[in-house]
């Protein structure tokens, strides 16, 4: 079958408890969350701008929100309308296979780039402890042996933790944040599972070119633990723009982007569950 190669690797990595799972967008719209898309729509309309102007401007998101801090001071109304809309019942999140799995496969240390708490959410719903970690104080502070679930992007509980306009992503550059030395330790010692995300995100493609390249001055990088990033379906260019930085493309065998995730996962589950018997 597809990809029992990489499955192998990874179940391997989670038996040790070396392995990470970061989590992108497609994880929360598979439950019906807002996408990016309608972020931009709602900042446009609230700026009294046009849908289109971001289109027809070539304007990021990360500029919109930056001139909506501007104009209104700060993000509070902003992160006010993503908190009511950003979010889902525990019923919703039982009944999703995708969050079922992530819970079930018990990753150590979960990164997501998500705002919201319907990871954390499935973890309760579906009885798995874990600790959140936005801060320094929350790095210092969370308790062994549970899942941690680091809000890369920040969480709405803090809205200074967000990363969301253009000059957060700029500061983020640098890469030495608590949360950014924290996932180089953790990466360098790890196997590393991206889902969720799409290639068009230009801050996943550096972080990824980022520890492409640290490996690499290292003089050691024979020695990196694997990194897998999952796709439904991969371009020939992404496949080798992402392998020349050292990352395996996987691609999904469904009819959608949620059912070949569901499938890869659930394969990866059986996987892990078969060696932990044998």
Not at 153 to 160: E, K, L, R, T
Request: charged share 20%; hydrophobic share 40%; glycine share 6%.
């Amino acid at each position: 079958m597809p990809h029992d190669e990489q499955i192998l690797a990874i179940a391997s990595a989670l038996e040790r408890r070396q392995a990470i799972l970061f989590v992108g967008a497609g994880i929360s719209m598979s439950v019906g969350l807002p996408s990016w898309t309608c972020l931009i729509d709602h900042m446009l309309t609230d700026l009294g701008l046009p849908s289109s102007f971001a289109a027809a401007h070539g304007t990021t998101y990360q500029e919109i929100a930056e001139y909506y801090r501007l104009k209104h001071g700060s993000l509070s109304q902003l992160v006010e309308w993503m908190k009511c809309e950003w979010q889902i019942l525990p019923e919703q999140l039982r009944t999703s296979e995708l969050h079922r799995l992530i819970v079930e496969l018990d990753f150590p240390l979960v990164y997501t780039t998500n705002y919201d708490a319907n990871l954390e959410m499935s973890y309760e719903t579906f009885g798995r402890p874990f600790t959140r970690i936005t801060s320094a104080k929350d790095m210092a502070t969370a308790p062994v042996g549970k899942t941690q679930i680091v809000k890369y992007h920040g969480d709405f509980s803090d809205p200074d933790t967000l990363v969301l306009t253009e000059s957060d992503y700029f500061d983020r550059l640098s890469f030495d944040a608590p949360l950014d030395i924290k996932f180089r330790s953790d990466a360098f010692a790890s196997t590393l599972l991206f889902i969720g995300y799409s290639m068009s995100d230009l801050n996943i493609r550096f972080l990824l070119h980022h520890l492409w390249s640290t490996w690499r001055r290292t003089g050691l990088d024979r020695h990196r633990p694997p990194l897998f990033l999952f796709m439904h379906e991969p371009t020939e260019v992404q496949v080798h723009v992402l392998k020349r930085w050292g990352v395996t493309v996987l691609s999904g065998d469904g009819e959608s982007s949620g059912d070949s995730l569901s499938h890869f996962l659930e394969r990866l589950l059986q996987r892990r569950n078969a060696k932990a018997r044998s």
